[in-house]
């Protein structure tokens, strides 16, 4: 067994585990999405069969980024749009670690933005799940990168003049090997969305539909959706890239006509993830970073011991 998780515990596991000891009062709003992403993922939890201790989740600055303090695992509340950074570090150090990132659609659009497109390229082994409710909820209600064209928010009265990004088709294009949407709605689709997502062996992204009733008073709850493994409609191969894009596209342009389609959309299992590749070169070692930081006996120079002795 690793000095750094439970791996190899073969146990039943509860979803409740996942909730902490002393559970705080949620302070999201009564019928904020927020709360299907947490129950989702909960759910999720047991049916990879990880435990809370082999698990960190890293968020970003918002309502979405309070996830942390409902959830029970190692944690990290970074700073705004910093997640994915810090969510690499961690995986970098600790290969064992199930590393899962979260945050809203400001953070990891707008701020952070730069950040998902070279983790998605560097295909880092993680999911990544964002809170997708079209503005900035936590700063109460301004533009964000996937506010509908014409929508009038404090930042842009006159409503925004430019047109919303397209988040499935843009991490594709960078890179990433795992890429879905699902809805706070959905919660069925979404917890067997997000197993799969932290099952998938490089980056996942899950763009994740959350509505803000005190923010975004004319957002769409998001339904009805239709799922598009499940409906007739639609039949593309996962693992067309060319098809994958044509359904993302159709997909980001549905969702502002009114029209939601979720479900899995592009599934690359072939391509070998950033630690895997690294490793394989002998960039870097097979055992995790991060013991190293225990073994007294480890001829490497500790930054922090380095900076201690630098300025005394
Ligand atoms: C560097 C920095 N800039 C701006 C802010 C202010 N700020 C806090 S949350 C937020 C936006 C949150 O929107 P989103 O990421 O969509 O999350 P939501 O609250 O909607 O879940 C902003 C701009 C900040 N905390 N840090
Ligand atoms: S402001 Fe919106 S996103 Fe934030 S907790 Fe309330 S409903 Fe949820
Ligand atoms: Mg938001």
Redo the contacts with the bound molecule.
């Keep these: 067994m690793s000095a750094f998780s439970a791996i190899g515990d073969e146990r039943e596991i509860d979803r409740d585990e996942f909730t902490p000891g002393i559970e705080p009062q949620a302070?999201?709003?009564?019928?904020?999405?927020?709360f299907g992403v947490l129950k989702a993922l909960k759910q999720a939890m047991p049916m990879v069969g990880r435990n809370p201790d082999e698990v960190a989740l890293f968020t970003g600055i918002?309502?979405?980024g309070?996830l942390n303090s409902y959830f029970n695992s190692y944690g990290f509340h970074t700073i705004h749009g910093r997640s994915l950074p810090v969510a690499r570090a961690a995986k970098l150090a600790n290969p064992e670690l199930e590393v899962i990132a979260a945050g809203?659609d400001g953070d990891g659009y707008g701020i952070g933005g730069n950040h998902l497109i070279h983790t998605a390229r560097e295909n880092h082994d993680m999911t990544y799940i964002v809170?997708n409710?079209e503005?900035f909820?936590?700063t109460?209600?301004q533009t964000s990168p996937t506010s509908p064209k014409g929508h009038k928010s404090k930042t842009q009265p006159h409503g925004s003049a430019k047109s919303p990004i397209r988040p499935l088709s843009q991490s594709l294009n960078a890179g990433a090997t795992y890429i879905a949407r699902t809805a706070a709605v959905n919660p069925n689709q979404a917890k067997e969305i997000i197993a799969e997502a932290i099952e998938h062996d490089g980056f996942a992204h899950i763009d994740f539909l959350?509505?803000?009733?005190?923010?975004?008073k004319d957002a769409k709850h998001y339904v009805p959706y239709t799922d598009i493994q499940q409906s007739d409609e639609y039949d593309h191969n996962v693992s067309d890239r060319q098809e994958a894009a044509e359904m993302m596209f159709q997909t980001e342009n549905k969702l502002y006509e009114g029209e939601v389609l979720t479900g899995r959309y592009y599934v690359d299992d072939q391509s070998p993830s950033y630690g895997e590749e690294k490793r394989a070169t002998g960039e870097m070692p097979e055992e995790p970073l991060a013991e190293r930081y225990f073994d007294e006996d480890a001829e490497w120079e500790r930054t922090y011991d380095e900076l201690l002795h630098h300025h005394k």
């Design positions: 302070t999201w709003c009564p019928g904020c999405g927020d918002g309502c979405s309070k809203g809170f409710n503005i909820g936590l109460k209600g959350t509505q803000c009733p005190t923010w975004n």
